[in-house]
């Protein structure tokens, strides 16, 4: 059997912020949080991870000069919340106001509910939640790494089934700097 021979791939540099974006896409999230008297504040991000299945942890990257930085780490809580196609429009929101100056629930559209465990709040209507406690922080160089214990996970029954269940939901909605686009299943693991 001849031997396989690859096609010469001609490499380049990449320098600064740019080496994140070849870990790219990846689901873009409403984060919820709120300062100690309970006003909340909500961000988008896309910097995030599961950690360990036991305890249940998760981890999520917030840049120190972020105003959400600062309430998550005072209050020490935040829920996940993971959303899908229609709200777009609350992703870029979210994403493009700082809720020092602004209230981006009402800037983006949406409701508010109470969480069970944790106390910022829920997005209305989103396919699912992970409220979560923090319980380290790490210094990342301009970004903090929230790791953080999952008290409760929920996700909506027609959306989830051990996986995202397309097209209900339309989930995960991926982030590429500024780009959105959705999950696409190509096929199963065999």
């Not at 629930?105 to 508010?112: E, G, I, K, T, V």
């Not at 051990?162 to 700097?177: A, E, F, K, T, Y």
Request: hydrophobic share 40%.
């Amino acid at each position: 059997m001849p031997k396989k021979t690859n096609p010469q791939i001609n490499y380049k540099t990449i320098t600064g912020r740019d080496f994140a974006a070849l870990l790219h896409p990846r689901p873009a999230i409403l984060v919820t949080c709120c300062d100690t008297s309970g006003v909340s504040n909500i961000l988008t991000i896309a910097w995030h991870t599961p950690l360990s299945y036991d305890p249940p942890l998760v981890g999520i990257s917030v840049g120190v000069t972020r105003y959400s930085h600062s309430l998550i780490s005072q209050v020490g809580e935040f829920v996940i919340n993971i959303v899908d196609v229609s709200m777009i429009d609350a992703l870029k929101t979210c994403g493009q106001y700082t809720g020092e100056l602004d209230d981006k629930a009402s800037l983006a559209n949406l409701s508010l509910i109470p969480a069970k465990k944790v106390r910022p709040p829920l997005i209305a209507g989103a396919n699912g939640y992970l409220e979560c406690l923090v319980e380290q922080e790490v210094d990342a160089g301009d970004h903090t790494f929230f790791i953080a214990k999952v008290l409760l996970a929920q996700a909506a029954e027609t959306a989830f089934s051990n996986m995202w269940v397309s097209p209900q939901g339309n989930i995960p909605l991926c982030l590429q700097r500024d780009q959105y686009g959705i999950y696409q299943d190509i096929g199963h693991k065999d």
